[in-house]
């Protein structure tokens, strides 16, 4: 089944230990991108990689790191988080390297930091 | 940079009722118009989509408007029923890879 798995679904944490949230995609896609949601504020971009070794900031990309050393898995770090970074995350993939196209959300990480 | 909004943030329509959200922008490279639906609990999903060199787009009761030249673009859903009810996203694209969401709006079809 084509899809777009995150892991872990639900994390609460401290504040200042970091993780990580995995995300993985098996249709082959090129762009891979991280959003945010909060309520009344919609979907914030948080990093894109159209490539395999690009990436770039999105809208909010402060407190993150990501990495695309495989075309599959795209995680994003959180070296120390804070409270502000309290969010329901999403992962996105799409086929076209531009992200010009349907983007393929997975079910969402939603994490605590208290 | 980019600014997108969606109007209305809330909508409620009785069943059978039809609805309509507009999207405007101010990027007048996008070429791509898309919208999601997000239902309860679970990441958005494409419903439909245009790109810039067409006007409108169909598929069954959902249908997408573009206006480029006032740099809009609109949702319509005719015969609402209950199942229509979440939140609805835009995100107008140029292609460059950094997208941009509209706030949201969230649509309740009362039975």
């Known amino acids: 089944e084509a899809q777009v798995t995150q892991n872990p679904r639900y994390l609460i944490t401290v504040t200042g230990k970091k993780l990580t949230v995995t995300c993985s995609q098996n249709m082959n896609h090129e762009y891979m991108s991280w959003y945010r949601q909060d309520p009344g504020l919609g979907l914030r971009q948080i990093y894109y990689?159209?490539?395999?070794?690009?990436?770039d900031k999105g809208d909010v990309p402060e407190g993150y790191k990501v990495s695309r050393k495989e075309k599959r898995n795209f995680p994003l770090i959180l070296e120390s988080p804070s409270p502000n970074q309290t969010s329901l995350y999403f992962c996105?993939?799409?086929?076209?390297?531009?992200?010009?196209?349907?983007?393929?959300f997975g079910p969402g990480t939603r994490l605590t930091v208290t | 940079g980019e600014n997108v909004e969606q109007h209305p943030s809330t909508l409620s329509v009785q069943e059978g009722d039809s609805a309509v959200i507009k999207c405007t922008y101010s990027?007048?490279?996008?070429?791509?118009f898309p919208w999601y639906k997000q239902e309860l609990g679970k990441g958005p999903q494409l419903i439909i989509d245009i790109r810039s060199n067409v006007g409108e787009k169909k598929d069954q009761r959902i249908a997408v408007t573009l206006n480029k030249t006032a740099k809009h673009f609109s949702l319509h859903i005719t015969e609402t029923q209950p199942e229509d009810s979440a939140v609805y996203f835009c995100?107008?694209?140029?292609?460059?890879?950094?997208?941009?969401f509209g706030q949201g709006t969230t649509l309740q079809v009362k039975p």
């Open positions: 990689s159209m490539n395999v070794e690009v990436t």
């Open positions: 990027d007048s490279a996008s070429n791509y």
């Open positions: 995100a107008p694209h140029r292609g460059t890879g950094k997208l941009i």
């Open positions: 996105a993939s799409s086929q076209r390297t531009s992200g010009a196209g349907e983007q393929y």
